[in-house]
């Protein structure tokens, strides 16, 4: 059988660029959902991140008690390619503080070959 390699990753910049245009266009949604700790902008960063539904409400809590931050990165007004990467990038870091959130990561990434 044979095998395929894993598709390439996409350039940072181009990752960048794609959440600084959903971070603008959602804003307000994702404000809301910061504050319910639950809501479509959480279930997308969750579908992106490969979270389990059943870890989806331990997601959201802890988007929820970082929310200032989180707001305070992705602020419109300063609000640059570079700057959503780092949103996505503390996004990712505060959900490898949650085990249940770092076992999805690890069983994504190992059923996709990839081992850090």
Do not use: K
Request: charged share 30%.
């Amino acid at each position: 059988m044979l095998r395929t390699a894993p598709a390439a990753a996409p350039a940072p910049a181009d990752v960048g660029q794609a959440a600084q245009a959903y971070l603008r266009a959602r804003t307000h949604q994702l404000r809301e959902d910061l504050a319910l700790g639950a809501g479509p902008s959480i279930e997308d960063l969750a579908a992106m991140a490969r979270i389990r539904r059943e870890n989806l409400r331990v997601f959201g809590r802890l988007l929820r008690e970082h929310r200032g931050e989180l707001l305070s990165l992705a602020e419109s007004s300063a609000l640059t390619p570079e700057r959503a990467l780092v949103w996505l990038e503390r996004v990712g870091q505060l959900a490898r503080t949650e085990p249940r959130l770092e076992e999805d990561r690890l069983a994504f990434l190992a059923a996709h070959g990839l081992v850090e």
